[in-house]
């Protein structure tokens, strides 16, 4: 069992629906991020959940909404998106402090486009 | 602002040596992280540098110079499965992670 699951893989879908993404982690980490990875882009970091509470928004468009309801579960709800919005959307998770953070561990990714 | 410069692809023959190089400048420094991702997969943890020096672990070494705001990690014996994206992160001030586009290495016979 991987350490941090995401689900759906692959995910298509109209302008005009609503989908969610889901992502667990069995890591025992206090904290949760969403990621988004386009082609040839740095990774950009749109959600920080830390015990629980969003820590980090970076301006992300609120077509986008994030669920954590508890340390090992992070949604990323969906609706109305934009083409543009197509990408690889990676969750990861770490074990964050206010002086340290361990490494990051990622899962898979879904792979989202819309059309 | 803050910014993580990396070459965007390098091509290196099976057996060789590579050197990745990685370049940045943040707010502040806590760290940085090398990752390996291979296409349509997670990104999987290679190193951690946070005191300036060489850090070996195998086949991959990284090294860091925080004076310089460098780093590069060094891929001795290459092999066909070495073929990836190799992504270089600083750990900020805020213990944030800000993250270079990656490199994609290519690895020929």
């Known amino acids: 069992e991987t350490g941090v699951t995401q689900t759906p893989r692959h995910l298509v879908m109209g302008m005009t629906n609503k989908k969610s993404l889901k992502c667990e982690q069995h890591?025992?980490?206090?904290?949760m991020y969403w990621y988004k990875q386009s082609a040839k882009k740095p990774l950009e970091l749109m959600f920080v959940?830390?015990?629980?509470?969003?820590?980090e928004n970076n301006s992300v468009p609120s077509r986008f909404s994030p669920e954590c309801p508890n340390s090992s579960h992070l949604f990323l709800h969906l609706h109305t998106l934009q083409p543009e919005d197509s990408a690889l959307y990676l969750c990861?998770?770490?074990?964050?402090?206010?002086?340290?953070?361990?490494?990051?561990?990622f899962g898979q990714g879904t792979r989202l486009t819309v059309v | 602002g803050q910014n993580i410069d990396q070459p965007t692809e390098m091509t290196a023959t099976e057996g060789a040596i590579v050197q990745i190089n990685c370049t940045y400048q943040?707010?502040?420094?806590?760290?940085l992280f090398w990752y390996q991702q291979h296409a349509g997969e997670a990104p999987t943890f290679l190193s951690y540098?946070?005191l300036d020096g060489l850090e070996e672990k195998g086949r991959f070494s990284s090294f860091l110079s925080r004076s310089k705001g460098y780093s590069y990690l060094l891929l001795k014996e290459l092999q066909m499965k070495d073929s990836a994206s190799y992504l270089c992160?600083?750990?900020?001030?805020?213990?944030?992670?800000?993250w270079g586009a990656g490199t994609k290495l290519i690895i020929k016979p």
């Open positions: 959940y830390s015990l629980e509470e969003r820590v």
């Open positions: 990861a998770s770490s074990q964050a402090s206010d002086s340290r953070t361990t490494e990051a561990f």
């Open positions: 890591l025992g980490h206090n904290a």
């Open positions: 943040t707010s502040g420094f806590n760290g």
């Open positions: 992160a600083v750990l900020d001030s805020n213990y944030q992670l800000i």
């Open positions: 540098n946070v």
